[in-house]
Every structure is written in structure tokens, then in C-alpha cells.
């Protein structure tokens, strides 16, 4: 079974632009979701996607938007780039919500200048 | 509110020497999950083990053990006879609804 793929890996942005990374769940999995990771906050969670409805969503300000698709495909769109949102943005899918481990993509690392 | 602590930020060891790393945890949900992950410098988190609330039996994969104890909120890991390719940052993480992770563990093992 292939596993979570996300795409792009590298990315390079300006500040004021926006961005859009995509994930691509393990087949069959049906809850795809989004972590911000920085050397100073950690692991942080944006939002998670099941059946192509939100979740959840974590403290994150509304640039941040998410969706998911009919084939469980979810993409992560960040507006308005600012300095502070460079990191690495992982994905993450797991078969159900609640009890189910997570598998995660190797995740798309954003420099904004 | 629901909270992960992983006091301990850096940890270096010997290779072959064992090592504890520990996860504290705080949560008022009766059902909930606990989990271990690690990252090595590739990047990609990968899964370790899941416990939940009600089962509070050690567990042992190899030279990987977990100790889960509901009194002191805890779910300790284990690496006995650590390796160089142990070497990573581990995770703990809870989950109620959102999966919460704690802020890891950073493991290197010397040769």
C-alpha cells in the first residue's frame, strides 16, 4: 500500500503570497490531517478533514483554510504569507477518527522571505 | 484541558545503554488514546504503539517497552540496548477528538 504523499516538498514563497500544498492519503483512509511543525512551537495542529467535512481545527488564524475531496485528497491553502509561516507542514491519514494511529506523509517544507 | 509533557528536551546516551523517555499527560476524558511516535531526520513521524484508557498492560515489541500507569498519568518508553539508528525525536501524543502532541524527546545515541 502506498503511503501518504504530499506534494509539493520544497517551496519557496514571498511574503503577502499565498500557497497551496496538496496530501494524498493511504488508500482507504478516510481522515486527512494537517500539522504545522516549527523548532519553537512543536508540533501544531491546523485541522482535520473526514468525509470531506472539518473536524476540528486548531488556533490557527483563518488564512489558514483546508479542504478535502470526494476521493478523500485534501489540500491546505495559507493566504496572505508572512515570515512566521515558514515550517514544515505535514499531512497525516488514518482510517476512522478518535482511536486510529495516524501515517504521515514526509511533509512539504515552506520558506517564506 | 488536554495536555502532553515530555520534560525532557535533549537526551544523550551510549550506544547499548538503555534509555527511559518519558510522557506525562493531562485530560479529564474517562475514554481516550495514548501514542508514541518517532521522527528521525528525515523527517516523516512513524508509528510506534497505541494504548488506550482501559488497558494499562506493559507492553514489549523487541527491544522497545511501554509502561502505561493511569494514577500517575504517565506512558513511559523504553529502548533497551539503544542504537544509533534509535537516534530521533520521539512523540507522545493523546487524543480525546483532536490528537494532541506533546513537544518530544530528542534522542541521540553515540556510537
Known amino acids: 500500500k502506498a503511503g501518504v504523499t504530499q506534494t509539493p516538498r520544497y517551496l519557496i514563497k514571498t511574503r503577502g503570497q499565498q500557497v497551496t500544498l496538496s496530501c494524498s492519503p493511504i488508500s482507504g483512509h478516510r481522515s486527512v490531517s494537517w500539522y504545522q511543525q516549527t523548532p519553537g512551537q512543536g508540533l501544531q495542529f491546523l485541522f482535520e478533514?473526514?468525509?470531506?467535512?472539518?473536524?476540528n481545527k486548531g488556533n490557527f488564524p483563518g488564512r489558514f483554510s483546508g479542504r478535502q475531496f470526494s476521493n478523500s485528497r485534501s489540500e491546505m491553502n495559507v493566504s496572505t504569507l508572512e515570515l512566521g509561516d515558514s515550517a514544515l507542514y505535514l499531512c497525516a491519514s488514518r482510517s476512522g477518527t478518535g482511536a486510529y494511529e495516524q501515517y504521515f506523509g514526509p511533509g512539504t517544507r515552506l520558506t517564506v522571505t | 484541558a488536554q495536555k502532553v509533557t515530555q520534560a525532557q528536551t535533549e537526551i544523550s546516551v551510549v550506544e547499548k545503554e538503555d534509555v527511559t523517555l518519558d510522557c506525562v499527560y493531562e485530560?479529564?476524558?474517562?475514554?481516550?488514546?495514548l501514542f508514541w511516535y518517532k521522527q528521525p531526520p528525515s523527517g516523516e513521524l512513524v508509528f510506534l504503539i497505541r494504548r488506550n484508557s482501559f488497558d494499562e498492560q506493559n507492553e514489549i515489541s523487541g527491544r522497545y517497552s511501554w509502561n502505561f500507569q493511569k494514577s500517575t498519568s504517565s506512558f513511559n518508553f523504553t529502548i533497551t540496548a539503544s542504537q544509533v539508528v534509535d537516534s530521533a525525536v520521539y512523540f507522545c501524543?493523546?487524543?480525546?477528538?483532536?490528537?494532541?502532541f506533546g513537544p518530544g524527546t530528542s534522542l541521540s545515541v553515540i556510537p
Open positions: 501524543a493523546l487524543t480525546y477528538d483532536k490528537v494532541i
Open positions: 478533514y473526514f468525509s470531506e467535512t472539518q473536524r
Open positions: 485530560t479529564r476524558d474517562t475514554t481516550y488514546y
